[in-house]
């Protein structure tokens, strides 16, 4: 994929704030540190994102850019450790939880993990999470080039192992280097990938595409978010 454009659009501190829903949205989370800023300018090439975000203290606020005018690329903040939890309870901040849950248009999840590390409990806790929220996701091993390639084979290995048992067929791994500009065109390929079903699953026009189904419409339930989300392309959907 060819980026030819990457324009800021806002710094959200809520889902409502958020822009409206019209073009597919790939998000970016992970642990401080993991390397998310420098994935980020890799894979915006020369345009530099993580530059032109709003300045440090806008870390905990939802980042939005619209590359090439067709999807969104969201930068969101990195999840801790709960305040005062005895053991490792990931926890991050409401607009996040609710842009995760409730974000229509999310198309997928880059979740990033250090390849360094051996599985994180509070990795392995936040991927749980994306999974009983059916969240779509994929796994992204970053820094590849710090340790040995038998090291980043064994903690993804490990860290698989952990959470295979959730799963009829694993999410999709990646690997990437931002310092030796390794995986940029895997990941973006995800990104090509995914528009390129969700165009094809849209296909023409449906005039009652918004109608609720006419069991829901007698019972008086609304459609959610949440169902909208089953029209995701199973592309990035692991599980
Ligand atoms: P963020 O906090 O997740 O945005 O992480 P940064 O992109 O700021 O990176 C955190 C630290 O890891 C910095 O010192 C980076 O130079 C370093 N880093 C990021 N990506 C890589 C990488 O691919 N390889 C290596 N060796 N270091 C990296």
């Not at 959470?163 to 067929?169: L, R």
């Amino acid at each position: 994929m060819n980026i030819s454009s990457a324009i800021f659009d806002c710094s959200a501190p809520d889902l409502d704030s958020c822009p409206d829903e019209s073009l597919p949205e790939f998000a970016f989370v992970g642990r401080s540190n993991v390397g998310k800023s420098s994935l980020l300018n890799l894979l915006s090439g020369k345009l530099d994102l993580a530059r032109v975000s709003p300045t440090p203290g806008f870390t905990k606020l939802i980042n939005i850019f619209t590359v090439n005018r067709t999807w969104r690329l969201v930068d969101l903040p990195g999840y801790g450790f709960a305040a005062g939890a005895r053991k490792a309870k990931f926890k991050f901040n409401h607009a996040v939880d609710d842009y995760l849950q409730h974000r229509t248009n999310l198309s997928c999840v880059f979740a990033l993990l250090d390849s360094g590390l051996s599985p994180q409990e509070i990795d392995v806790k936040f991927v749980a999470w994306l999974t009983r929220n059916s969240v779509p996701f994929v796994l992204v091993f970053t820094k590849t080039d710090k340790a040995t390639p038998a090291t980043v084979q064994a903690n993804i290995a490990a860290f698989t192992a952990r959470i295979s048992g959730w799963f009829e067929k694993l999410p999709v791994i990646f690997t990437c280097s931002a310092m030796a500009k390794q995986g940029r065109e895997e990941l973006l390929g995800v990104i090509d990938e995914t528009m390129t079903a969700i165009q094809a699953e849209s296909g023409p026009a449906q005039p009652d595409a918004l109608t609720p189904p006419e069991d829901l419409a007698t019972t008086g339930q609304q459609v959610s978010p949440r169902m909208a989300r089953k029209n995701r392309p199973d592309l990035v959907r692991p599980w």
